[in-house]
Structure formats: structure tokens, C-alpha cells
């Protein structure tokens, strides 16, 4: 059996698996901190008053059904935000949420995701790399063939979904550096520039969580 025969066998797997294949996900829960705490700062300027108070909402509900602290999905929404001055607010809500939920499946780090985002596709729901990846998370369209989800590669939610999966099954059988390294070097991991990158913008994004 060819190399990615057996990955989809194993991500094919772990969808009927109970709890994320990557381990427990960070302790920081929803409601460590007072309703009142501002969540959207400078890096959403370019937004109206109105529309960054809605965001503010919405960022406290995916907070609520992901189970991750708000301050850190507003990160999560800032730096997309900041990556891609053309997104929407709904579509910056849209992408935190699915970051918040889909790392909570997985047992990922909300940060590492955002960074993979930023790295892949500088937040881009409609990116097409060379070689035909898509999406915010840059997946190949043979994984969508082979797992089927539900929406097109280039939704949101379902791109996120997919890119957590090929991600916390990468961290569950190399470990997180060289798990990283493999969501683009897949199973000849040809140097740790990658590594480098999402670790870079991963530490950017968590800067954001105390400013």
C-alpha cells in the first residue's frame, strides 16, 4: 500500500474516534474571564463601532460551544483579521469559530491552527495553491475525495475541519514538531523552514491573548 493509501486508511479511522487524536487541548476555558472584557482591539479598526461590538459577540458564543477562553479565540479572530483586510466580519467570526470548535475536536491548540492558517494562506477562504491546494488550510482535493465532508474545499468550516484532522493525526504519529513539518513536507520532511514559520506565527497570535 502506497504512503497515502495508508494516511487516508488513518485519518479514514479516526473519524470514528471518540475525543481529538492530538491529546488533551489547552486548560484556559470559557468564562476565566468577566463578560464585560473587551475582545476586539487595534487590529480591528478598520471595523465600524457597531460591527466590532456583533463581532465581540459572536467571538463570546463560539467561546461558549468550543469551550475556549474568549480572549484567546479573539486572538484568533485578530490576527485573521489582520492577515486579510478584505474579510468580512462574519467571515472573521466564521474562521475563529471554526478554529475554536475544530481544535477542541482534535485536541488542538487554537493558536497552532491560526498559525497553520496564516502560514498556508494568509487567512484566504478562496486560496488555490500551484499544485491545487485549497483553502484557508491549503489541503489537497484528493483528501476531500477520500473523506467526502460534508460542503466544497473551500468552505470554511469544512476546510478547517479537514486541515485539523490531517494536522492532529500528523502530531499523534511524529509529535508536534515533525507532525507540523509534515502538514507540508508530508512523509519526507525536507528541512524545518515550515516548522519555523508556523512556530513563528503561532508565538505572534499568542501575543495577542495579553495585549
Known amino acids: 500500500m502506497s504512503r497515502r493509501g495508508l494516511l487516508l486508511l488513518v485519518l479514514l479511522a479516526l473519524l470514528h474516534l471518540d475525543g481529538g487524536p492530538a491529546g488533551p487541548a489547552s486548560p484556559t476555558r470559557a468564562g476565566s474571564e468577566p463578560a464585560s ?4 482591539g487595534a487590529t480591528s ?3 465600524t463601532a457597531a460591527e466590532r461590538r456583533w463581532l465581540g459577540e459572536a467571538l463570546r458564543a ?10 484567546r479565540v479573539a486572538a484568533v479572530a485578530e490576527a485573521i483579521a ?5 474579510l468580512r466580519p462574519s467571515e472573521v467570526a466564521r474562521i475563529a469559530r471554526a478554529v475554536a470548535v475544530c481544535a477542541t475536536r482534535y485536541g488542538l491548540e487554537p493558536e497552532l491552527v491560526a498559525a497553520v492558517i496564516l502560514v498556508e494562506s494568509h487567512a484566504r477562504p478562496g486560496a488555490r495553491s500551484p499544485k491545487g491546494a485549497l483553502g484557508l488550510m491549503q489541503v489537497m482535493p484528493f483528501m476531500f475525495e477520500a473523506l467526502r465532508p ?21 502530531i499523534r504519529r511524529l509529535g508536534l514538531e515533525d507532525g507540523v513539518s509534515a502538514y507540508f513536507w508530508g512523509s519526507r520532511i525536507g528541512g524545518d523552514g ?15 491573548i495579553s495585549s
Do not use: M, W
Not at 62 to 71: C, D, H, L, N, Y
Not at 82 to 86: D, E, G, I, M
Open 194 to 208: 515550515y516548522l519555523r514559520k508556523v512556530l513563528a506565527a503561532r508565538a505572534r497570535v499568542r501575543d495577542r
Open 82 to 86: 489582520q492577515a486579510n483586510p478584505l
Open 45 to 47: 479598526e478598520r471595523f
Open 62 to 71: 463560539a467561546a461558549r460551544e468550543s469551550g475556549v477562553a474568549p480572549r
Open 37 to 40: 472584557a473587551p475582545l476586539i
Open 150 to 170: 460534508a460542503g466544497s474545499p473551500t468552505h470554511i468550516e469544512t476546510n478547517i475541519e479537514v486541515g485539523c484532522l490531517i494536522l492532529a493525526t500528523n
